[in-house]
T-cell receptor, first 113, second 112 residues
Framework: DTEVTQTPKHLVMGMTNKKSLKCEQHMGHRAMYWYKQKAKKPPELMFVYSYEKLSINESVPSRFSPECPNSSLLNLHLHALQPEDSALYLC????????????FGEGSRLTVL | DQQVKQNSPSLSVQEGRISILNCDYTNSMFDYFLWYKKYPAEGPTFLISISSIKDKNEDGRFTVFLNKSAKHLSLHIVPSQPGDSAVYFCAASVGAGNMLTFGGGTRLMVKP
């Protein structure tokens, strides 16, 4: 199984809503990532978890709250988002020691109204 | 400041010909370079990588060339196939296991 599964594929939410994005992998990878990609832009790193511990937070606003409940799951909790947060959110996983080969999910397309 | 740049947003090539995608970087500390391919409605897929100790890496139809003095790398696809039509991202990192910095992407269209 070389898949990273993200749910939901599409999400529309208001600025006062609380929602979560979910990501799952069963490749035994102990590093998991959240990236944000705006239209016609490259993916931008948000968070990195290594052995279920947050290792990198790229100065992401607190309205985004990541969670790694176990080695296979990664969540991104969303609260009080702004319309400019509308983007494709990509989850990825890898071996902790890697030469850059990340396995990406299909992404969750988020629209904030 | 964008540390990894792909100056051509799009490239159109005839089937069977060579596709050359270019990437420039500014951070001399980068020592791993990768190419990812992205189809619509899918996440990026790792294609090929190169370490800074090499100047060429080949995998089937795909070859990546690295010119450290020019801070430039390129991806050659020979022969190009219609199924290669996708957005290609160049990425770089400082050391293995560290975060990737992506370029803006180049949309390749291979015409039958």
């Amino acid at each position: 199984d070389t898949e990273v599964t993200q749910t939901p594929k599409h999400l529309v939410m208001g600025m006062t809503n609380k929602k979560s994005l979910k990501c799952e992998q069963h490749m035994g990878h102990r590093a998991m990532y959240w990236y944000k990609q705006k239209a016609k832009k490259p993916p931008e790193l948000m968070f990195v978890y290594s052995y279920e511990k947050l290792s990198i937070n790229e100065s992401v606003p607190s309205r985004f709250s990541p969670e790694c409940p176990n080695s296979s799951l990664l969540n991104l909790h969303l609260h009080a988002l702004q319309p400019e947060d509308s983007a494709l959110y990509l989850c990825a996983s890898s071996q902790v020691t890697h030469t850059g080969e990340l396995f990406f999910g299909e992404g969750s397309r988020l629209t904030v109204l | 400041d964008q540390q990894v740049k792909q100056n051509s947003p799009s490239l159109s090539v005839q089937e069977g010909r060579i596709s050359i995608l270019n990437c420039d970087y500014t951070n001399s500390m980068f020592d791993y370079f990768l190419w990812y391919k992205k189809y619509p409605a899918e996440g990026p897929t790792f294609l090929i990588s190169i370490s800074s100790i090499k100047d060429k890496n080949e995998d089937g139809r795909f070859t990546v060339f690295l010119n450290k003095s020019a801070k430039h790398l390129s991806l050659h696809i020979v022969p190009s196939q219609p199924g290669d039509s996708a957005v290609y991202f160049c990425a770089a990192s400082v050391g293995a296991g560290n975060m990737l910095t992506f370029g803006g992407g180049t949309r390749l269209m291979v015409k039958p």
